[in-house]
């Protein structure tokens, strides 16, 4: 066996995915899964780490010790599914929490301490697989895309997988073998900030509140006119961009809007600048499966789904056999794989660095 274990921690900030797999002969066995909630002062305070603030070098440390100690419990809960052991685990590849990213200036931060991981969870853990990326001239993101090509690409089609996080993101796995991909913009991070503010929820369940809205066209307009739609790849975003503020400067500029139909907009928004980046970069995709939460919101999936046309048909990555909820998790799982092998991680046509790299750092247990 050749046993590893995956920890994502992505941007809508609630919690923490693990899972177990087995990559032996070149397969992907997911052995278990665990999902293990963030504490709501927490979550706070990594929302709070997101922007400038007081005394945030000292905060961002606690958090990260407060992290790995999640992270520890979630691995603990993925062995606890089977008879493996630590001992029996090559290596635990774990994102850590993004609170900036701007390789433009040379850098993308996720907080983390791997070390305390390491020593709480007595298994190498291997960590921040974004920086040398950057360091290579790249964006540093998405580094999914070589997985999802090696998970889900089929020589002589044309596939796209499509995570709707909270950022929303796509891999072109192309019909010729090549693979291009980049972040399409916000997924869940708005429709998450517009129903928390509005109504006290998380999120948006199936897109329920939306359902009872209506779109109001010139607010998907202003917001579609955002330059970073237009932008040519290589690119990836995050919260620095698309955060309320940024929002709440749209809505200032228009009548004011039924909260409702700010939603029904914010979800429309992700259907559409994902399906156009899908039809400009992908025309000859014939399938589209889509993994991250945003594949548990029936709305937003419908109006995908209308965006894309009857030619492309849409499904979840179960219809490739893994569960939409688990793609990221696997994904770390297989660049602490690739870490281990001394293979590159990542793709330069897809984040736009100088070459290949093997991505991460080892913190030896
Ligand atoms: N039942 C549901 N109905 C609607 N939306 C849901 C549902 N379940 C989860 N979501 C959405 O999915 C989000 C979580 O998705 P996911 O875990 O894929 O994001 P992430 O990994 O944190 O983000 P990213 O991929 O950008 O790093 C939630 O914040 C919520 O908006
Ligand atoms: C900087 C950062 O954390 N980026 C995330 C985020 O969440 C989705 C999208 O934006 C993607 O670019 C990336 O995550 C996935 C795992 C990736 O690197 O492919």
Redesign the pocket.
């Not at 998380?202 to 897109?207: E, K």
């Given at each position: 066996m050749s046993l590893y274990i995956g920890l994502?921690?992505?941007?809508?900030?609630?919690?923490v995915?693990g899972v177990l797999v087995d990559f032996w002969g070149g397969a992907a066995r997911t052995m278990a899964a665990a999902y293990t909630p963030f504490p709501d002062d927490l979550r706070a305070e990594l929302m709070a780490l997101q922007s400038a603030g007081d005394n945030e070098l000292e905060r961002e440390a606690l958090a990260a010790n407060r992290l790995a100690g999640l992270y520890a419990q979630c691995v603990a809960a993925t062995l606890a599914q089977t008879e493996m052991k630590a001992a029996d685990v090559r290596a635990v590849g774990v994102?850590g929490q993004?609170i900036r990213h701007r390789p433009e200036l040379g850098f993308t931060r996720q907080t983390n301490n791997p070390a305390l991981l390491a020593e709480l969870c007595g298994i190498d853990v291997v960590a921040d697989f974004r920086s040398r990326d950057v360091a290579a001239g790249g964006q540093g993101a998405p580094l999914v895309p070589a997985f999802h090509r090696d998970l889900f690409g089929q020589e002589g089609r044309t596939r796209v997988v499509a995570?709707?996080?909270?950022?929303?993101?796509i891999s072109a796995l192309h019909a010729d073998g090549t693979t291009t991909g980049f972040d399409t913009g916000p997924?869940?991070?708005l429709?998450?900030a517009w129903i928390g503010r509005h109504q006290g929820r998380?999120?948006?369940?199936?897109?329920a509140w939306a359902a009872t809205g209506a779109v109001i066209p010139a607010l998907l307009a202003s917001l579609l006119a955002e330059p970073y739609f237009a932008l040519p790849a290589p690119k990836s975003t995050?919260r620095d961009l698309f955060h309320p503020a940024w929002l709440d400067a749209q809505l200032a500029r228009l009548p004011a809007a039924a909260p409702r139909d700010v939603q029904a907009t914010l979800t429309e928004l992700t259907a559409v600048s994902l399906a156009r980046a899908i039809k400009q970069h992908a025309p000859r995709a014939d399938a589209v499966y889509v993994?991250?939460?945003?594949?548990?919101?029936?709305v937003?999936m419908r109006a995908l789904a209308r965006e894309l046309g009857d030619a492309v048909k849409l499904e979840t990555t179960d219809a490739l056999g893994v569960a939409?909820?688990r793609v990221?998790a696997l994904a770390f799982a297989w660049l602490a794989f690739r870490f281990n092998e001394r293979l590159a991680g990542n793709l330069p046509a897809v984040t736009g660095a100088k070459g290949e790299r093997v991505l991460g750092a080892l913190y030896p247990r």
């Open positions: 994502m921690s992505g941007t809508s900030l609630d919690g995915d994102h993004t995570n709707i996080g909270g950022i929303a993101n997924g869940n991070v429709m998450d998380p999120y948006d369940a199936d897109g995050g993994c991250g939460g945003g594949a548990c919101n029936g937003l939409p909820n990221e």
